[in-house]
């Protein structure tokens, strides 16, 4: 993945679903706590989940709350008594606030500009044009039996030749992990197995097996087709995610590349100018 493609991706996978502050300013927001004073709401406990250890998602309902409220607290007895260091006074204090606005502003816009206006009509939309209208690939349904040489997977199709049911065979003798399955596979398509095994397996017709063991890195196979059929797309329900997140990537880029065509922009490093103007371009071009 080219690094302009990195840097998107990661910011859509990470902002994509951000709590921004505010968010629930037209609801109810009851004051839960106070702190010397200072108010702590229902909306801060939100944003503090959000901010939680992964093992506190395991937790019930309630006991995440209390974790979050416990966070805030201490949050805002420490801030508390920084203010009293006057801490909020310092350079290193006012740069981190300013990024701190700058980032949230972002995600504000992110939200409204890129999250919001994305509809279900526009998934369904994009899936339609890009994932179901696909021609279908085809794809069978394969057994195989797995050996150690080759003569060994010839005396297993002649053991075929002479009437043997496959699947007992692949039970009996498979050294392969789907041995217990009767060598069963599943449906593939072409590029899920290795070339060599599936180079056979596609010109074999439905109940066929190859006459000749087929020789891949794992050993020598015997392979016999069950079934062929069309693949169905993925239903829309199994791709929204991902389909909502490559518009929305999409979305991104557009509103980010309209500002950046608005607003004047002096990288002064010039190792860091060179390497910012290869990503902007490449953006550019996609």
Do not use: C
């Not at 109810?28 to 200072?38: K, N």
């Not at 599936?198 to 006459?211: I, P, Q, R």
């Not at 991902?242 to 002064?268: F, P």
Request: net charge negative.
């Amino acid at each position: 993945m080219r690094l302009s493609q990195l840097v998107a991706t990661l910011f859509v996978s990470s902002v994509a679903f951000l709590p921004i502050a505010g968010q629930a300013a037209d609801e109810a927001d009851p004051v839960v706590a106070t702190v010397a004073g200072v108010e702590i709401h229902e909306s801060e406990l939100t944003l503090a989940e959000g901010d939680l250890d992964p093992q506190f998602a395991r937790l019930p309902d309630q006991q995440r709350r209390v974790a979050a409220l416990a966070a805030v607290i201490d949050i805002k007895t420490l801030a508390r008594k920084a203010e009293a260091e006057e801490l909020d006074q310092t350079d290193e204090f006012k740069r981190l606030m300013a990024f701190q606005r700058d980032r949230a502003l972002h995600n504000a816009i992110f939200k409204s500009a890129v999250v919001d206006p994305v509809s279900d009509a526009d998934l369904k939309a994009r899936y339609e044009k890009e994932i179901a209208a696909v021609p279908a690939d085809e794809e069978v349904s394969a057994r195989h039996i797995l050996l150690e040489t080759e003569d060994a997977a010839k005396a297993v199709i002649a053991e075929l030749e002479s009437g043997k049911d496959f699947a007992e065979l692949a039970k009996e003798k498979s050294t392969g992990p789907s041995a217990a399955q009767g060598g069963d596979l599943g449906f593939f398509t072409k590029g899920r197995m290795v070339p060599e095994f599936e180079a056979v397996a596609f010109t074999l017709e439905a109940g066929e097996y190859a006459k000749e063991p087929v020789k891949t890195q794992f050993g020598w196979h015997v392979i016999k087709v069950e079934e062929r059929r069309e693949a169905s797309p993925p239903a829309f329900e199994e791709v929204s995610d991902q389909v909502r997140q490559v518009v929305m990537r999409e979305r991104y880029g557009e509103l980010i590349r309209a500002a950046r065509g608005e607003t004047e922009i002096n990288v002064l490093d010039p190792e860091l100018k060179e390497a910012y103007d290869a990503v902007s371009q490449q953006q550019q071009q996609e």
